[in-house]
């Protein structure tokens, strides 16, 4: 079954609003990714977070872990165009750490 | 320090050929792993390989699917006698150890006509 849900499966917004993608996973984790896809290009990795920390930023990227609710968000401020995309959570589980389970992804789009 | 290479990008099969999809790790990286996408959805591990050695293939069909990382030279997931539900996007992932970041190639669309 699927470890990894993101949540929406789609959004919607201006340029300029931020955009909050949330993932929610269902086993111990020892870290949780996200990643962007563009469509029909390959997946490029955005931010790594460890089971162990709660908030990590990266530009205009914050992610936040939740291990007791075993839920994770993304946040990208001040959105682009360029930003249009699909994002993914991907985690791997504490007993096979090098497998990463991938949600269904949330797809955004930024209107100019 | 070029990234995961795969190639070909795009490959069209007839149902019942074979399929041959390549994918050279980063520099330095040992550990290779296999995904698959179909449309509008996430990525589906298949296999995870070390040089020589299959370490996990859980999520390889058993049959008609292989893969393996020789030596020398890049790692090879094989399709044999592809069918319609064989097209999806392949990708490519390594990382220099089990843990941590995985970078992943720009993935390999087969389409089995």
């Known amino acids: 079954s699927q470890q990894g849900e993101e949540d929406p499966q789609a959004l919607s917004i201006q340029e300029g609003e931020n955009a909050t993608m949330n993932c929610s996973y269902k086993t111990s984790i020892n870290n949780l990714q996200w990643y962007r896809q563009n469509s029909g290009r390959g997946l490029v990795h955005l931010i790594l977070?460890?089971?162990?920390?709660r908030e990590k930023h990266s530009g205009r990227l914050r992610v936040t872990l939740d291990t007791s609710k075993k839920s994770s968000s993304l946040l990208i401020t001040a959105s682009r165009a360029a930003d249009t995309a699909s994002y993914f959570c991907?985690?791997?589980?504490?007993?096979?750490?090098?497998?990463?389970?991938f949600g269904s992804g949330t797809r955004l789009l930024v209107r100019p | 320090n070029a990234g995961v290479m795969q190639n070909p990008r795009h490959l069209v099969r007839r149902r019942g050929q074979e399929a041959r999809l390549r994918c050279s790790p980063m520099?330095?990286?040992?550990?290779v792993y296999w995904y698959r996408q179909l449309p509008e959805e996430g990525l589906k591990f298949m296999v995870y390989?070390?040089?020589?050695?299959?370490?996990?293939e859980s999520g390889m069909p058993k049959e008609r699917f292989s893969a393996e990382f020789p030596k020398e030279g890049p790692s090879i997931l094989r399709i044999q006698q592809v069918v319609r539900g064989d097209s999806a996007a392949y990708f490519c992932a390594s990382s220099p150890g089990e843990r941590g970041e995985a970078f992943f190639g720009q993935g390999t669309r087969l389409t089995v006509v």
């Open positions: 390989l070390q040089k020589e050695n299959i370490i996990d």
């Open positions: 991907a985690t791997d589980a504490a007993d096979s750490s090098y497998k990463l389970i």
């Open positions: 977070i460890r089971s162990n920390e």
């Open positions: 520099k330095g990286h040992s550990h």
